[in-house]
């Protein structure tokens, strides 16, 4: 039969996918959030997910005048990542079992790498809360180093009413090493003696550690850059009207900010702009820190895509209300200040609802005349393994498939951290 495999291969394939499994590290944190494949199928790889709804409390035992209207925000999640390693064997180096094992552990190895590696670009570039340090991970300073930012980084969750659990932060390997250095010399005996044996952090700050092997580099960035025009704040809605009169969802999380110029600024840039303070998101009280934002896009000579919007209540609007995150609009004319001063990379944190992971499937006719093996993981993602010849040459020829996406729900809950700015 043409998909049949001998009892060797089924067992190699089970081991593939639980090494699969296993170096999913990053893609674990995550939330998962399943798609049917024929709403998948029918909607072009493209689902809209609602965001929790906020409210406001008010005074008083009648509400005659105190009903409010209800805007419920969505994302989009797509399906947008696809990758795949083929691989090819002559005849004459199939005699030697081995190879067929090492091109699969290559091959494994390519494939969760390269989920990995998606979760942190999308967890650096769109988180939105930026903390900075003018020192290194393993300074001395007792209010620069590691375990300080790390709790900084608490504090900003805990201010803008995230919740205090399934926080994690991933540091660069460079970080992370050097706060378990600064960790080694402290008094705390078991985090100390594993900090030095093992240069091994696990919590800290109620927030789960984690090294990273690879981590996303940000530039250092000296531009200067004010805001051009008042009354630029962002009013939620559920959908958009296009001219032809269609209703569709509308996307909250960016918002085309005017600037005197965008030279120098580029997509991962952060930055605070002068007065524009933090809010908690249910209380709406202020912060009294500078609310961080990120550049999405350098759309023009004098516009910038940011995250999150701008949303001040300035338009004294039912979802402005609800949905506020800053205490004022930003004035005409006022600095943006940019946080990434020196390049250094970004040790992303978040909150396991920041984000979704959505695996995807690849669906392979049975008598398509190639061997062919499906799995899923505990997680969800779906392995897709096939061997075939082609009857014009000796090659065995090997592919592995692995389809998902990933999506920032919430980018107001994720962050990164950045040491050594100046």
Not at 225 to 230: D, E, F, P
Not at 256 to 270: E, H, P, R
Not at 404 to 415: E, F, H, I, L, S
Request: charged share 20%; glycine share 4%.
């Amino acid at each position: 039969m043409a998909n049949d495999f001998s009892k060797e291969e089924i067992v190699m394939y089970t081991n593939t996918l639980e090494r699969f499994e296993d170096q999913l590290i990053v893609s674990k944190m995550i939330k998962k959030y399943d798609v049917d494949p024929v709403t998948a199928e029918r909607t072009n790889d493209r689902i809209w997910v609602t965001q929790p709804y906020i409210s406001i409390a008010e005074d008083g035992e009648d509400v005659t005048d105190l009903i409010k209207d209800t805007t419920q925000l969505s994302v989009p999640i797509t399906l947008g990542y696809r990758k795949n390693v083929a691989n090819k064997l002559k005849a004459n180096e199939y005699r030697d079992q081995v190879q067929e094992g090492k091109i699969e552990k290559a091959a494994i190895q390519a494939l969760s790498s390269s989920v990995n590696v998606s979760c942190l670009n999308v967890a650096s570039l769109q988180g939105t809360i930026v903390v900075t340090s003018d020192s290194a991970s393993s300074s001395a300073t007792a209010t620069k180093t590691g375990f300080d930012k790390i709790a900084e980084c608490k504090s900003n969750f805990l201010e803008q009413g995230i919740p205090n659990m399934e926080n994690y932060i991933m540091l660069s390997s460079r970080d992370y090493n050097g706060m378990a250095s600064n960790l080694a010399a402290r008094t705390v005996q078991d985090i100390s003696k594993s900090a030095y044996e093992r240069a091994y952090i696990q919590r800290v700050a109620n927030f789960d550690c984690f090294e990273l092997d690879y981590a996303v580099q940000c530039a250092a960035n000296a531009a200067t850059v004010t805001i051009s025009g008042a009354n630029q704040y962002f009013t939620p809605k559920s959908t958009s009207t296009a001219t032809t009169g269609e209703q569709s969802n509308y996307d909250n999380r960016f918002q085309t900010l005017t600037v005197d110029t965008t030279v120098g600024v580029v997509a991962g840039d952060s930055f605070t702009i002068a007065d524009v303070y933090a809010v908690h998101h249910i209380t709406k009280q202020s912060t009294g820190q500078l609310k961080t934002f990120r550049v999405i896009a350098n759309l023009s000579a004098t516009e910038l895509v940011i995250c999150p919007a701008i949303v001040s209540n300035g338009g004294s609007t039912d979802a402005e209300a609800a949905y506020q995150n800053v205490n004022s609009t930003p004035a005409d004319g006022a600095s943006l200040t940019f946080l990434n001063s020196v390049a250094k990379p970004m040790n992303p944190f978040f909150h396991s609802d920041a984000m979704y992971i959505t695996p995807g499937t690849i669906p392979i006719p049975k008598d398509a005349g190639v061997k062919v093996m499906q799995e899923t993981t505990e997680n969800g993602y779906q392995l897709t393994f096939r061997k075939w010849t082609t009857g014009f040459n000796d090659n065995i020829y090997y592919r592995w498939d692995v389809k998902w996406g990933v999506t920032m729900v919430q980018p107001q809950m994720a962050g990164i951290l950045m040491f050594s700015q100046t």
